[in-house]
């Protein structure tokens, strides 16, 4: 996999945007980022999924530079249920099983 | 639709047991994972099933753990003599081929 680094936590109040980085500087042209979230004792639940331009969807937006070297996941409206893990992955596309490799990922807190 | 279902959620062995933990994938994925959780820790890859074929097991730690899928739906992850060191939750995800990965809740496995 492509090797993303992310801060080990971070800390938003409620109702502010919560501004998640990851960089990933080592990206091919054709690999994806992915964002997971893990909340306590549940599975990992996909966010949203880029190749280059930026996406959005109910659960988030996802901002990827020109060069590709680094993605921002944003939380428009944090809210406490949004405490959790956050994973940016981005699988080896010529891997058979699509693998995913999660690193440490960033704890978020939200905070009231 | 239903997600992703495990079963047991939580199981207690006495160290050399056997154990066998089941997954149940979203209808029509094709394509299912297992994972390992170790507290305070990313999921790590385990094995990974394309229909009824597993084509990918190099992350299965020892012989010891062996996975299924004989009708290409139902997955198990049997564990033999469990050890102390395989405490850990067990992750299992499908996804409808090359896409996006949906866990289960995982189960919780606690040797003793």
């Known amino acids: 996999d492509a090797k993303t680094t992310q801060p080990p936590s971070m800390d938003c109040a409620e109702g502010r945007a919560a501004n998640l980085p990851c960089n990933h500087s080592t990206i091919s042209g054709n690999e994806y980022v992915y964002w997971y979230r893990q909340i306590h004792s549940q599975g990992p639940q996909y966010i949203i999924h880029?190749?280059?331009n930026n996406e959005t969807n109910e659960m988030a937006s996802l901002i990827i530079t020109e060069d590709r070297k680094s993605s921002t996941l944003i939380l428009p409206h944090a809210t406490l249920r949004d405490t959790a893990v956050y994973y940016c992955?981005?699988?080896?596309?010529?891997?058979?099983?699509?693998?995913?490799?999660f690193g440490p990922g960033t704890r978020l807190s939200v905070l009231p | 639709g239903a997600g992703v279902s495990q079963s047991p959620r939580y199981k207690v062995a006495k160290r050399g047991q056997d154990v066998a933990l089941r997954c149940d994938p979203i209808?029509?994925?094709?394509?299912l994972f297992w994972y390992q959780q170790a507290l305070g820790q990313g999921p790590e890859f385990l094995t990974y099933?394309?229909?009824?074929?597993?084509?990918?097991k190099s992350g299965l730690p020892s012989d010891r753990f062996f996975a299924e899928r004989p009708e290409g739906s139902v997955s198990t992850l049997k564990i033999q003599r469990t050890q102390q060191e395989d405490s850990a939750v067990y992750l299992c995800?499908?996804?409808?081929?090359?896409?996006?990965?949906?866990f289960g809740p995982g189960t919780r496995l606690t040797v003793t």
């Open positions: 880029g190749l280059k």
């Open positions: 099933f394309q229909n009824e074929a597993q084509l990918d």
């Open positions: 992955i981005v699988p080896r596309p010529e891997n058979y099983g699509q693998n995913f490799v």
């Open positions: 209808s029509g994925h094709v394509s």
């Open positions: 995800a499908s996804s409808l081929g090359r896409a996006e990965q949906y």
